[in-house]
């Protein structure tokens, strides 16, 4: 199976978001899936340091950069737009992350018009406190766009009981339950100051 996760930035000034598509990308091509991840050089104020259009190797999936336009969270990559329109078909699933950006409402409608199925990970964009800052422009952009690519999904990843709530109450009955992951190994030399 070939699996594609498209997220419009990467870098570590976005926080958790870039973190969770790098480890799940990792972990799924552990069970023997072909993953690779598309994103941009985005980087908040700056850009990633980055060879671009190429893919890059990881330990076990591939990692393909696209120039961006971007200000803060707000990203978009002509160039990936142009990419996914070529080579989404070719992927069996398409894994999406975040919300409210126009590149991801973009390769929603790419995966519906070429009949790609795919899976949507709002990382908490759906949440009370996430739609009410900057209200007015996400309700627009919500019911014109997020709304009907969410009901189109396959399945909505939520990462907690309460994310879950949150979807089901906006009437999304096809959220599955997949919280983050850790490495054990990470927590087992704790030191206790």
Same mark, same amino acid.
Not at 141 to 147: A, L, M, T
Not at 167 to 175: D, E, N, P, Q, R
């Given at each position: 199976?070939?699996?594609?996760? &498209? +997220?419009?930035?990467?870098?570590?000034?976005?926080?958790?978001?870039?973190?969770? &598509?790098?480890?799940?990308?990792?972990?799924?091509?552990?069970?023997?899936?072909?993953?690779?991840?598309?994103?941009?050089?985005?980087?908040?104020?700056?850009?990633?340091?980055?060879?671009?259009? /190429?893919?890059?190797?990881? +330990?076990? $999936?591939?990692?393909?950069?696209?120039? =961006?336009? $971007?200000?803060?969270? %707000?990203?978009?990559?002509?160039?990936? #737009?142009?990419?996914?329109?070529? $080579?989404?078909?070719?992927?069996?699933?398409?894994?999406?992350?975040?919300? !409210?950006?126009? %590149?991801?409402?973009?390769?929603?409608?790419?995966?519906?018009?070429?009949?790609?199925?795919? &899976?949507?990970?709002?990382?908490?964009?759906?949440?009370?406190?996430? %739609? +009410?800052?900057?209200?007015?422009? /996400?309700?627009?952009?919500?019911?014109?766009?997020?709304? @009907? !690519?969410?009901?189109?999904? +396959?399945?909505?990843?939520?990462?907690?009981?309460?994310?879950?709530?949150? &979807?089901?109450? %906006?009437?999304?009955?096809?959220?599955?339950?997949? @919280?983050?992951?850790?490495?054990?190994?990470?927590?087992?030399? #704790?030191?206790? =100051?």
């Amino acid at each position: 199976m070939k699996v594609l996760f &498209v +997220s419009p930035y990467l870098g570590n000034s976005y926080g958790g978001t870039s973190r969770v &598509v790098s480890e799940l990308a990792r972990s799924l091509a552990n069970s023997s899936l072909s993953v690779d991840v598309v994103s941009t050089n985005a980087n908040d104020g700056e850009i990633l340091d980055v060879e671009l259009q /190429k893919w890059l190797c990881q +330990s076990n $999936h591939r990692v393909q950069y696209f120039p =961006a336009w $971007h200000r803060s969270d %707000l990203v978009f990559s002509s160039t990936l #737009l142009l990419w996914l329109n070529q $080579h989404i078909k070719n992927y069996d699933i398409v894994h999406t992350h975040t919300l !409210f950006s126009p %590149l991801i409402a973009l390769t929603h409608a790419l995966c519906r018009f070429y009949q790609v199925p795919y &899976v949507m990970t709002p990382h908490g964009m759906l949440d009370p406190w996430a %739609l +009410s800052y900057k209200a007015w422009k /996400k309700r627009f952009y919500y019911s014109r766009f997020e709304q @009907p !690519f969410l009901k189109n999904a +396959s399945a909505i990843q939520t990462l907690s009981v309460s994310e879950t709530e949150q &979807v089901s109450k %906006l009437g999304y009955a096809h959220s599955i339950l997949i @919280p983050n992951g850790i490495h054990k190994c990470e927590f087992e030399q #704790l030191s206790y =100051a």
